[in-house]
């Protein structure tokens, strides 16, 4: 079984990072994008998105000096970017690449769009590391509607579960 899902799978190398993601997705990376700051996309046939974003660990722990305030900030950030509803789905510690990690997964309702269009409900995936041997924190996350979560969550979490900051 693991030899068909390897086959189903590419490996993305770059900057010392790397992780698997679906072979029928496309990765799109931000123009500005360098070593020690940037974004991806990695963009599947069917529009699910997953984003990977690194950036200076020395920046960011001036403000955020751990990897939980990091991720609570970015969990801030979509209660008042949402300003109606956020469940806590999971939070919980994960080990990646011998760091902890913060994994979050929420559940967003948004107004609709026009005046008497109905709230929709978006799921809402993260994970927040940071890494001293490289400098760089990473955070990986995707945001889907109900319609495509399932997959959404499945290239979320294939991602999350085969990155490695540093080889």
């Known amino acids: 079984m693991a030899q068909l899902e390897d086959l189903n799978m590419d490996s993305l190398l770059i900057y010392g990072f790397s992780f698997k993601f679906p072979a029928s997705s496309r990765v799109e990376f931000h123009p500005k994008?360098?070593?020690?700051?940037?974004?991806?996309?990695?963009?599947?046939?069917?529009?699910?998105?997953?984003?990977?974003?690194?950036?200076?660990?020395?920046?960011?722990?001036?403000?955020?000096p751990t990897v939980e305030?990091?991720?609570?900030?970015?969990?801030?950030?979509?209660?008042?970017?949402?300003?109606?509803?956020?469940?806590?789905?999971?939070?919980?510690?994960i080990q990646?690449?011998?760091?902890?990690?913060?994994?979050?997964?929420?559940?967003?309702?948004?107004?609709?769009?026009?005046?008497?269009?109905?709230p929709e409900q978006k799921e809402v995936r993260s994970l927040h590391i940071h890494c001293p041997q490289t400098g760089r924190y990473f955070v990986i996350y995707s945001e889907?509607?109900?319609?495509?979560?399932?997959?959404?969550?499945e290239n979320t979490l294939q991602i999350m579960s085969s990155f490695r900051c540093h080889q």
């Open 33 to 64: 994008f360098e070593r020690v700051k940037g974004d991806l996309a990695v963009k599947s046939a069917t529009k699910s998105i997953v984003m990977v974003s690194w950036g200076s660990l020395e920046e960011v722990t001036r403000k955020l």
């Open 69 to 93: 305030d990091h991720a609570e900030f970015s969990l801030s950030k979509i209660r008042k970017g949402v300003r109606t509803s956020l469940t806590n789905v999971e939070h919980k510690e």
């Open 96 to 118: 990646s690449s011998g760091h902890q990690g913060v994994y979050n997964h929420v559940r967003v309702e948004v107004p609709g769009k026009g005046l008497f269009a109905k």
């Open 144 to 153: 889907s509607n109900a319609a495509g979560s399932k997959e959404q969550g």
